[in-house]
């Protein structure tokens, strides 16, 4: 896929060419899962895969939105009657993000979108967060808006917040807006504050892998809100802000105050110990001792299977397996329940790996995994 097929498709369904085509890329999260709606640390990174969205503005307040992927042809909005639960399916993504832009007192008018894609959608690798940011930087250069790419994560979060009804993070738009090519994003989400981590696995003679498992997931079916309704109920019984405020040195003293709510003590024990394989991984990463973080990727994976719950029997089949075969680490990425994982390998030892966790999904009944190695690529931007 690219921005000329997304022009061309444009054309096609318009009758007329785009005023431009603008990108945004998938994510992997290398470390830091179910902290960023608790003001802790992530390491994200951007997909080479990316979604396009090719756009012409209107003055006449319609919103005309078309995706390759979907059926049932264009969907027509009028922008003044956007409102949370008006719409639905994957039009209520780029659709959100025109009322958020509205709802902040920015002036963006119509305009005619056609999405291409190909970050696999519910596998883990934030689809949606592409849908959005690439529909954000296309409105808001359409109509001259001025808004610097953290912003624009912002308001992308608030649409999937509050107009989709999916209570995320912040990470996922912010990785697709603003991550750098052959870097790892280590954000806090707390202040927003941002630093580029050199993360070029091919010149260590590594390479990074995602086992796409193929079992889809659906962030808005409540169980992703559940967990992030009982971190915020920890953070409410240990009198703290955010489970963020916990240092690693005071988590056994917060386990004892939660030994009556397990499910509780379970997520505040995750989260305060995610938050320090992060800062464990960016010191390595700093050093330029990218084989270390193996381990710390599979610890993180055992706290998200354990501790959150949110592993499936694929996930755990290809980490063990990828681990078993040569692996340096492995872990799920992303909000689990299926979707993908991520293994960091030697060069020398992809294809015994990808051989080895395919073969162990069929001998299990498993539809077959997409594996694929990536390289850090840069966020969003208008590419035609």
Do not use: K
């Not at 709606?37 to 319609?62: E, K």
């Not at 592409?130 to 610097?148: M, S």
């Not at 991984?281 to 973080?293: F, K, M, N, Q």
């Not at 040569?326 to 991520?342: D, H, I, N, P, Q």
């Amino acid at each position: 896929m690219s921005a000329e097929r997304a022009a061309t498709a444009f054309h096609e369904v318009y009758g007329t060419p785009p005023a431009g085509v603008w990108a945004a890329p998938g994510r992997v999260n290398l470390i830091g899962e179910y902290t960023d709606f608790n003001d802790g640390m992530v390491m994200p990174l951007a997909l080479p895969r990316r979604t396009w969205a090719a756009a012409l503005p209107r003055t006449d307040g319609r919103l005309r939105l078309h995706s390759a992927a979907a059926p049932g042809g264009v969907v027509e909005l009028r922008t003044a009657d956007l409102a949370p639960g008006a719409v639905h399916g994957w039009a209520a993504y780029p659709a959100g993000v025109a009322w958020a832009l509205r709802e902040a007192g920015h002036a963006a008018g119509g305009a005619d979108l056609h999405m291409e894609s190909d970050v696999p959608v519910g596998s883990g690798l934030s689809s949606s967060a592409a849908l959005e940011v690439a529909t954000a930087f296309a409105l808001t250069e359409l109509h001259n808006l001025e808004l610097p790419p953290d912003h624009l994560a912002r308001l992308a979060q608030h649409a999937e917040n509050a107009f989709v009804g999916v209570p995320c993070g912040i990470m996922d738009q912010t990785a697709a807006a603003c991550c750098a090519e052959g870097h790892a994003l280590h954000l806090d989400t707390r202040d927003l504050s941002r630093r580029h981590l050199p993360f070029a696995p091919d010149l260590e003679g590594l390479r990074l892998l995602v086992v796409d498992t193929r079992v889809r997931h659906d962030l808005g079916d409540g169980a992703y809100a559940r967990r992030r309704a009982g971190c915020e109920e920890g953070a409410r019984a240990l009198g703290v802000p955010a489970l963020r405020d916990v240092a690693y040195g005071q988590l056994a003293d917060a386990l004892d105050a939660l030994a009556g709510d397990p499910v509780v003590r379970a997520l505040v024990r995750h989260v305060v110990t995610e938050n320090d394989r992060v800062a464990r991984v960016a010191g390595l990463l700093a050093a330029g001792d990218l084989r270390a973080i193996g381990p710390v990727l599979t610890a993180g994976h055992a706290s998200l299977r354990d501790d959150v719950a949110v592993s499936c029997a694929e996930l755990d089949l290809a980490v063990a397996v990828a681990n078993g075969a040569g692996a340096l680490g492995a872990r799920m990425t992303g909000g689990g329940f299926g979707g993908s994982a991520v293994v960091l390998v030697e060069t020398a030892g992809v294809d015994t790996v990808a051989e080895a966790v395919t073969g162990a999904f069929a001998s299990a009944g498993h539809r077959p995994p997409h594996v694929f190695p990536v390289r850090p690529a840069a966020g969003a931007r208008r590419e035609l």
